[in-house]
């Protein structure tokens, strides 16, 4: 068979969208992938021959479970769980567990897709999964969290391992979701392994695992930058969430010598026109984290900033946009009023942030855009260095992990540029750039495995 022979992308996505109803958010994430790849491998036999992109398209298994538990007023609860393990063409299965009550099996499939690219632009050995649950933790108590957990991993277990699939957080999912599921693995298994990273310093976590997806979102803008001889000093950012990932990029923002304008949660934005500083991200950190607060209160305690209920924060005039909220939480509309206030660089802390609409907007207008899957590649890149400390039964120094996250970001920028550039043109399309580098890694190992 030709290469004249195969389907075109409409095609294709008709087969996707066919294969897989119902599920939007994982038709738009192959849909992304796939302008990129259809036009890289035109003349390359090889994949299509093999069916690389269909393959990587179809999860390697879905797995889905009950999962049952009793809350404090003594009434029995069901929720769903599950894990999608994507590929292990290059690693062991990798990726975080979302706690949110959007949760459903197109948003997973989407995420353990996006992972797979994603882990193969690290550089380093690990595949594509994801999972979670339709569990909404907002307003329980810590004992309903801690069985929900453990109820959880009492199915989970089965479907992980160190060497097998090695989940971490995500949305809902954070130091504490953590240790109540690593406690009822090792109960369940009677093994204490590296199964889960993101886990407490005491019990096998990792040093700036939690900076560092929010660190490396600002770590990749930074080089972005510095490529076109400019940098984030002196700069005005706009970030929507208040979560993990959007306070630490909050954090890298003001470090490396710009201003924070915006934080922002489920119930809107806060907007401090004299800029988000440490002592306020201290303050957001604890309020969000630790008392699990809403942003609204923000404004009660730092008399200069406004809440905008209901709204996101791209309308406010920035040099720097950081989604570090959700998917789809940025669109057409929104990136066109970026472009037109001036703004000059994108970079993704959350998963799939901005839909297709706006991801055509940016492009067009060459605006320095970093996507998901290159921008908040840190988080699981110091997770697999999590692994590699609890394989070996060390511990780093943070020196040596920060250095190791710079290395990362600025070795995974540069895979962006290798696959990225523009004939004729300076500008790099960084989707472009992380769509094949990450690609290519996958699909080369999967041609050297045969039809498997
Ligand atoms: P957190 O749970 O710590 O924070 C999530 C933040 O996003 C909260 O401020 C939350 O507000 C807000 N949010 C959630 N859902 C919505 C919504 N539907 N509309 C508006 N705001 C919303 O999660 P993380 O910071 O860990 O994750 C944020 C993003 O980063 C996700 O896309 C995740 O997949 C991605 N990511 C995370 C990594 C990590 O290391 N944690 C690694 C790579 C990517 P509220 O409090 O009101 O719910």
Redesign the pocket.
């Known amino acids: 068979m030709s290469v004249k022979d195969h389907v075109d992308i409409n095609q294709f996505m008709e087969g996707v969208k066919r294969r897989n109803p119902g599920q939007p958010e994982f038709a738009q994430a192959v849909q992304e992938v796939a302008e990129d790849i259809f036009d890289f491998i035109q003349d390359k036999e090889e994949y299509h021959e093999y069916q690389i992109l269909r393959r990587i398209a179809e999860p390697d298994r879905v797995i889905s479970f009950r999962v049952c538990w009793e809350d404090d007023q003594g009434n029995i609860r069901v929720q769903r769980g599950w894990r999608v393990q994507n590929n292990n063409a290059i690693g062991p299965y990798k990726g ?1 567990i ?1 706690f ?1 009550a ?1 949760v459903n099996e197109s948003v997973l499939k989407f ?1 353990a897709f996006e992972q797979t690219f994603k882990n193969s632009l690290t550089g380093l050995a690990i595949g594509g999964a994801k999972g979670g649950a339709n569990f909404n933790p ?1 307003g329980k108590s810590d004992h309903e969290v801690m069985r929900f957990c453990q109820s959880f991993m009492t199915e989970l277990y089965r479907h992980v391992g160190a060497d097998v699939d090695v989940p ?5 999912v ?1 130091a504490r979701e953590i240790g109540y599921m690593f406690g009822q693995y090792k109960r369940i298994t009677n093994q204490f392994t590296g199964v889960l990273t993101g886990k407490g310093l005491e019990f096998g976590g990792s040093l700036i695992r939690t900076e ?2 929010g660190y490396g979102a600002v770590y990749m803008l930074q080089e972005m930058l510095l490529r076109i001889g400019n940098s984030v000093e002196g700069k005005t950012a706009v970030i929507s ?6 306070t630490h990029a909050a954090e890298k923002i003001v470090q490396l010598g710009g201003k924070v304008l915006t934080m ?4 809107g934005f806060i907007h401090d026109p004299d800029g988000i500083d440490q002592e306020k991200i201290d303050w957001i950190k604890a309020h ?1 984290t630790h008392r699990r607060g809403r942003i609204e209160e923000y404004v009660k305690e730092f008399k200069t900033a406004s809440f905008h209920a209901g709204e996101r924060p791209w309308g406010v005039k920035c040099d720097l946009a950081l989604p ?4 789809n ?1 940025l669109d057409g509309h929104d990136a066109e009023v970026l472009i037109k206030n001036g703004c000059m660089g994108v970079s993704e ?3 799939m ?1 901005t839909n297709l609409d706006g991801v055509h907007k940016f492009k067009d207008a060459e605006v320095l855009y970093a996507p ?1 899957k290159a921008a ?1 590649a840190g ?2 890149a110091v997770s697999a260095l999590e692994m590699s400390q609890n394989s070996a039964r060390i511990s780093w120094t943070e020196d040596q992990l920060q250095t190791l996250l710079l290395d990362t970001m600025k070795g995974i920028h540069n895979r962006c540029v290798e696959y990225g550039g523009t004939p004729g043109s300076e500008h790099i399309d960084y989707v472009r750039g992380a769509n094949i580098a990450g690609f290519v890694k996958v699909a080369d190992a999967m041609l050297a495995y045969g039809v498997v």
């Open positions: 975080g979302r949110h959007d995420l907002k971490a957080g995500d949305i809902g954070g560092a997806t969430g208040s979560g993990n990932v959007a922002s949660d489920s119930g969000k570090c909220a959700t998917q939480e802390g959350a998963n942030p998901g908040n988080g699981v």
